[in-house]
C-alpha cells in the first residue's frame, strides 16, 4: 500500500498540472491587469485585490521534505497550515504531494485552539477526527517527527476560470520567519526575501484552454522550479 493509498479509499484523487514562473514586479501588474478583464477572482480576496496567505510548514528532523524538492525526487509530500488574511479562527492543514510533475492536495479545517494545543505537543486530539489526512498527519508527527520548521507569508491576486478549472494566482512580497511561534500572529514582521521578484503560478485539470494559455504569455518568461518553502528554508 503506497502513502497515499489509504486516503484514496475514501477520497478521489485529483491531479492538476502546475506552472510556474518568477515575474518582475512590472511584469505583474501589467499580468494582474490584463487578467482581471476577464477571469474572476477568487473568495478570499479583499478590497486591494488581494489577501495575504501564512502557511506554517512540517519537516522531519533530517528536512525529507526540503532535500526531496532539492534533489528533484519525482514522488514528495509536504504538510502545511495555513490561513487567510488575519482571520485565524478556522485553519487549514494541507498536505501536498508531487508525482511525475502533476500536483495533488488534499486538506481539512481545524480551528485556532486546535492547532494551538498540536504545536504545544498535544497531536491526540487528531486522533478524534473523521479526516483521513489528520489522522495520516498524526501518524506522521509521531513516526516520522514532522515538527514546524518556517512561516512563509506572501499576499496573492487570484484568478479562476471554470473551462479546465484553471486558477492563476500572483504572489507578491514573499516573507518568512523561523519557528512557529509567531504564525498565529500575522501583525508581527518577517522578513521579506522577494527580491523584487513576484511569482506566477498557472494550475490546471486536463487541458488548459487557449485563452488562457495567451493570457499569461509574457516576453521572456519561463517556467521555473520554484517552491517558496525551499527558498525560504535558507534563511533558517
Known amino acids: 500500500m503506497t502513502a497515499n493509498s489509504w486516503i484514496r479509499e475514501k477520497e478521489p484523487c485529483k491531479m492538476r498540472h502546475e506552472w510556474k514562473?518568477?515575474?518582475?514586479?512590472?511584469?505583474?501588474?501589467?499580468?494582474?491587469?490584463?487578467?482581471?478583464?476577464?477571469?474572476?477572482?477568487?473568495?478570499?480576496t479583499g478590497s486591494h485585490g488581494s489577501y495575504r496567505v501564512s502557511s506554517l510548514?512540517?519537516?522531519?528532523?533530517?528536512?525529507?521534505?526540503?532535500?526531496?524538492?532539492?534533489?528533484?525526487?519525482?514522488?514528495?509530500e509536504k504538510f502545511?497550515?495555513?490561513?487567510?488574511?488575519?482571520?485565524?479562527?478556522?485553519?487549514?492543514?494541507?498536505?501536498?504531494w508531487k508525482i511525475n510533475g502533476l500536483c495533488g492536495k488534499y486538506g481539512a479545517w481545524l480551528t485556532e485552539d486546535e492547532v494551538?494545543?498540536?504545536?504545544?505537543?498535544?497531536?491526540?486530539?487528531?486522533?478524534?477526527?473523521?479526516?483521513?489526512?489528520?489522522?495520516?498527519f498524526y501518524s506522521k508527527l509521531r513516526g516520522q517527527l514532522l515538527s514546524p520548521t518556517t512561516i512563509v507569508a506572501y499576499d496573492r491576486e487570484a484568478f479562476l476560470y471554470e473551462p479546465g478549472n484553471v486558477?492563476?494566482?500572483?504572489?507578491?512580497?514573499?516573507?518568512?520567519?523561523?519557528?512557529?511561534?509567531?504564525?498565529?500572529?500575522?501583525?508581527?514582521?518577517?522578513?521579506?526575501?522577494s527580491e523584487n521578484q513576484a511569482i506566477l503560478e498557472v494550475k490546471y485539470d486536463a487541458f488548459l484552454p487557449e485563452v488562457a494559455q495567451r493570457m499569461v504569455q509574457l516576453p521572456g518568461c519561463r517556467l521555473v522550479s520554484?517552491?517558496?518553502y525551499a527558498i525560504c528554508r535558507k534563511y533558517d
Open 116 to 136: 494551538r494545543r498540536i504545536l504545544c505537543g498535544d497531536s491526540e486530539l487528531l486522533l478524534q477526527k473523521e479526516s483521513p489526512v489528520l489522522l495520516e
Open 167 to 193: 486558477r492563476i494566482t500572483i504572489d507578491r512580497n514573499v516573507r518568512t520567519r523561523i519557528g512557529s511561534k509567531a504564525f498565529l500572529n500575522p501583525r508581527l514582521e518577517f522578513t521579506d526575501i
Open 57 to 76: 510548514y512540517f519537516d522531519t528532523p533530517y528536512d525529507k521534505a526540503l532535500r526531496q524538492k532539492l534533489n528533484g525526487v519525482s514522488s514528495r
Open 80 to 96: 502545511r497550515l495555513r490561513y487567510y488574511g488575519e482571520d485565524t479562527s478556522r485553519i487549514r492543514l494541507e498536505k501536498k
Open 21 to 44: 514562473y518568477s515575474i518582475s514586479f512590472q511584469e505583474a501588474w501589467v499580468m494582474s491587469s490584463r487578467l482581471q478583464k476577464i477571469f474572476q477572482r477568487d473568495k478570499y
Open 226 to 228: 520554484f517552491s517558496k
